[in-house]
C-alpha cells in the first residue's frame, strides 16, 4: 500500500523561476516530492505544473496548504487545484442498454485498479438494474419517452448532490444532456464510439463500415455543450477489414472503448489530467 | 526466384457452385493453383474472387486464357481481371516538395520489394529533381502558377501515355487533379496525411494539432473526382501527445505516410485489392 | 440472428483440385457455401481448409454428412472436422486468484459473444467462487498444498466427464498440469502473460521490468507438456516505460490478457484455428 | 529554426529538494527553461533530471556553466552531462548488406531530422559503398574473411577517431564488436531484428517463424559486451499471420527497425535517454 500524497496541479502564463518557486514552497515544510512533471505550452504561452508529495510526512494542515499555496499562486497568476489521495470521490454512472463499459468500469474500481466510489447508476433504460444491484449501487431509472427532459435532468441533478457526486461517467449513455445541466455539473467524462473528429453523432460504426475505414476507433473525452467537441482524454483504434460486418466492428469496438474509457477515468481520477484551450495535456 | 503466376480477379452477383466452378476451369488445363481467397458481401450480394496459378505449369496461351475465361464470365456475369506477375508495370510518381514517400517508394522498387518500374516522376516544384535522377526517373516540372491547369493536365496525359505507365501514386502531391484528367486516367492511389474521414482537405497536421486528437493518422486511397472521398486501401495511426507541436506531428506523421502508401502500393501492384461500392477489400 | 452453418476443416497433403472437390461436394447436395478459406504450407506441403455453409438448405442429416466426407478424405489423405454452430461446447474454466480473464470470459458469454456455456470453474483457491456462483457455474475448489497432484488431476478429470466438457481455458491458472492430464484432456488454451517465447514460465512481468523492456506481451496458446511451448493463437503488446513499476506492468498486462484470450477462445469456438507442426494457422 | 539549448542530465541518490536546486542554479544565471523532466526510479532510490533551457538569453560560457555545476553536483553527489544542441556530433553508421537502415537515417539526416553528421560509413562488405558516395560519407570496407578481427578493430577505431566520431550506430551490421573495441569506444547503438529478449542471437526471423509467432518485433538497444543484452531504448512489433513466410517477416521487418533505431538515434541525439543499472529511462 502506497503512502498517501498531495497533488497539486498548477495553470500559470510561463515565465522564469517557477518550478524553483512551487518546488521550495513544497520543500520549505519538509515534503518529499514523489513525482513532479511541468509542460510549457509555448503556443499559449501557458506553464503546466502537477507535483505529487508525500502526505504522511507533511506537518501542515490542509487549510494550511491551501491558504499557502493560494498566496503564491496570486503571485504567479496561477489557477490551482490540490487534491488528496485519500479522498476516494463518489462517482455516478450513465448507461442505456450496453453494458461492457459499466461491468469494466465497476471490476477495475472493484480490484482497486480506479480508486472510486459508485454509489448510483443513472440509465433512461431498466435493462442494468441487475448489475447495479451486483455492484451495490443504486440504480436509478427513468423513462425518456413519458417525461419532460428538463424536469428528469432536474431530478437527476438532485440526486447527484444527495450522494455527493463528484464526477460523472457517461459509460455509453445513448443521451444528450443540455446546457444547463452541464453548467450545473459540468465534470463528466463520455466514450464516444469514433476516432474523432471523424463520425461525430449517431451510429458511428455503421457509418464507418459504409465508408470503408480500415481503422476504427474510440475517444473518450471531457463533455461540453458542443456534441461530440469536448477536449479528448484518449484515442484508441483498432483494425478492421471487408470481412468485418458492421457487428463486427460493434463486437471490436466494445474493447477499445473499455479500455479507453478506464484510461481515461484513472487519469481524471490521478488528477493527471490538465484541460485548456479546448485541449488536455494528459501527464502520464 | 518464385515461379511467375496468372492471378484471377472475378466479381459477379452471388450464386452456388462459384468457386467450384473457377477451379474446375483452371484444374482442367492443368493449373496448380498458388493462393486463392474469397469472399462474400453479403450486403452487397456480390461474390469476389482471387485465385492465383503456377504460369510455369500452364499449356495455355495469354489470349487462350482470356477467351476461355470470357466465356465462364459471360454465364456468371462476372467483371475479371486477369494479370501476370512476370508483366512488370510501368508507374508514375507525382510529388510537390516533400521527398519522404518518393525515397521510400523509390528504395521498396530497389530493393525488389516493389515489383515496377518508375521511369518518370512528375511534379509542380523542381526541388526532387536530383532524387529522380538518381533513380534514373525522367522528371518532368512545370510551374502551375503561370500555365492553364487544364493545359498543364493535358501535357502530362501525353506524357503518361508515352511512358506507356499503368497507374500512377501521388506520394504527397499537393494539387488536386480534375475530373476530366481522372475521367482519362483513373488509376491513381493517393496518401492523405489523416485519419480519413476525418481531417479531409488542406493542413490535417495542424487541424489535429488544435483539436487535440491523441492520435494522427495517414490513409492510402484511390483518388476519385471527390477530394479525399476515394476508396481506402490503407489506414494507420501513432499516438501523440500535449508535448508535441505541430512539427512533432508532421514528422511522425512521415513515418505512417509512408508505411501506408507503400501497403497500398503493395496491394495494388499484387492484384490483392478489389474495389466496388466506393469500397475495397483487401486480400491480404 | 443468423443460420446456423456446418463448418469443415480439412487438413491434407497439397494435390490439385483440391477446392474444387471439396466444393463440388458441398454444391452437388445444394450446399449453399458462406465462407470459404484455403492456405497451402508450402514448406510443409500442406493444403489446409475451411468451408462453411447454410445447414438450414441442407437437405442431408449429419450422419450422411459425416460419412460422405469420409470417403472423399480417403481419396485425398485428409484429416478433417465438422462441426455444427448450433452445438454449443461446455467449457471449463481454471482459475487461481485473479479475476480479470474470468470476469471478461463470462461477461463476452453471457453478452452472446463467445457461444458457449461455463458450467464449471475448477481453482486452487477459494476466492472466485462468488464470481462463479453469480454466473451460475458450479465452483470446485481443491487445495493443491494437502493433496495429491495426481489424485487431483484425476478429480478434476472425472468433473470434466461430468459436466461433459469439450475443452477447457485457463485464465490465469497458476498450476502447471501434468503430462498424463494432458493426454487425458489434450484441447486446453492458455494465457501467458508475457511476449513468448521471451520470459517462459514464472513472474514475467517481474523480470520483463527487471530487463527493462519497452513493451509487455501476452499469448495465447494451446497447452503442452511442453511448459510455454505450445502453438500460439494470438499475442500481443503494450507499451510501458521507466514510468512503470511491476505493478503497471501487471495493470497494463491485464488489458491485453484479456483481449489476447478472448480472441483466442473466439477464433477456437469458431473453428477457425488448426495446429499443426506446433505452430496454429488461424483463418479470420 | 528554434533557439540552440543547454540541455543538463544529472543523474544522483534520491535527495529532497533537488528539482528546486537545480532550477534555481539555472534561474540564478536567468536562464529560461523551455523543458524539464524528472524522474525518481524508488527502487534504485535514484533521482533523474533533465532540463533544457535557452542559450541565448545565458550570460555565462561553457566552461564556467560547467564549472558551476561542477560544484552543486559534488553536493548531491550527482553524476552529469552538459550538452549544446548547436553542437552536431559525428557519427559513423556500421553495416554490412542490407541498406533500409543505413538509407533511412541518411534520409532522416539530410530532413533535418536527424541532427547529426555522418563522414564514415564501415562496412564488411562493399555492397553499398555507391550508397556512402551518394551522401558524401567516407566509405571503409574491409575483409573480415582474410583479416584479424583484432587487427581490423584496431584500423577501426583509428577511424573513428580520425573522423573525430562521437558515437556509432549499427545499422544491420552482422559482425560481434570485441569486449576491448567496446571498452574503447562504448557509445554505440544496434538495431536487433526481434523483440528482445526473445530470439536474441543470427537468424531472430527465421527462428521466429519456426516458432509460429502472431507477432515480429525489433529491438534498439545499447552494444555492450553482452550480445543483445544491452539497455533497450525502444522496441516495435508488426502483426504476422500463418500466410506470411520467412520473407515476409523480413519484410515486415524492415519497416519496424527503421523506425525502432530512427526514433533511438532521434532520443539519444537529444540526449532524451539515461543508462542505469543496464536499463534506460526515455524523457520523451
Redesign the interface.
Known amino acids: 500500500m502506497e503512502n498517501p500524497s498531495i497533488i497539486l496541479r498548477t495553470v500559470c502564463p510561463d515565465q522564469?523561476?517557477l518550478?524553483?518557486q512551487l518546488?521550495?514552497w513544497i520543500?520549505s515544510s519538509?515534503?518529499?516530492?514523489?513525482?513532479?512533471?511541468?509542460?510549457?505550452?509555448?503556443?499559449a504561452e501557458l506553464f503546466l505544473s502537477r507535483i505529487e508529495w508525500d502526505i504522511n510526512s507533511y506537518p501542515i494542515n490542509k487549510l494550511e496548504i491551501f491558504k499557502g499555496f493560494q498566496q503564491i499562486a496570486k503571485n504567479i497568476n496561477a489557477k490551482f487545484t490540490i487534491n488528496y489521495t485519500d479522498e476516494i470521490p463518489n462517482v455516478a454512472i450513465f448507461v442505456s442498454k450496453q453494458?461492457?463499459c459499466l461491468?469494466d468500469l465497476l471490476?477495475r474500481v472493484r480490484?482497486g485498479?480506479l480508486k472510486m466510489n459508485v454509489p448510483l447508476i443513472i440509465s433512461n433504460h431498466p435493462d442494468l438494474e441487475g448489475l447495479a444491484n451486483?455492484f451495490n449501487a443504486k440504480f436509478i431509472y427513468y423513462d425518456a419517452t413519458y417525461n419532460q427532459k428538463s424536469e428528469i435532468e432536474k431530478q437527476i441533478l438532485n440526486k447527484l448532490k444527495l450522494f455527493d457526486i463528484k464526477f460523472a461517467i457517461l459509460a455509453k449513455y445513448m443521451q444528450i444532456l443540455s446546457e444547463s445541466f452541464l453548467n450545473e455539473f459540468p465534470e463528466i467524462i463520455n466514450i464516444h464510439h469514433s476516432?474523432?473528429?471523424?463520425?461525430k453523432g449517431s451510429q458511428p460504426y455503421h457509418r464507418a463500415w459504409k465508408?470503408?475505414?480500415?481503422?476504427i476507433?474510440a475517444t473518450a473525452h471531457y463533455v461540453t455543450k458542443d456534441l461530440d467537441e469536448g477536449?479528448?482524454?484518449?484515442?484508441?483504434?483498432v483494425r478492421v477489414?471487408?470481412?468485418d460486418?458492421v457487428d463486427d466492428l460493434i463486437?471490436k469496438g466494445r474493447?477499445i472503448e473499455r479500455?479507453s474509457l478506464?484510461r481515461a477515468v484513472l487519469m481524471h481520477l490521478n488528477h493527471q489530467v490538465?484541460v485548456y484551450?479546448?485541449?488536455?495535456?494528459?501527464f502520464?
Open positions: 522564469p523561476g518550478v524553483c518546488t521550495s520543500n519538509g515534503g518529499n516530492i514523489k513525482h513532479s512533471d511541468h509542460h510549457t505550452d509555448q503556443d453494458n461492457h461491468i471490476w480490484n485498479e451486483d476516432f474523432l473528429p471523424a463520425f465508408r470503408g475505414v480500415k481503422l476507433g477536449p479528448i482524454i484518449d484515442q484508441r483504434t477489414s471487408h470481412r460486418e463486437r474493447d479500455i478506464a490538465f484551450n479546448r485541449k488536455t495535456a494528459v502520464d
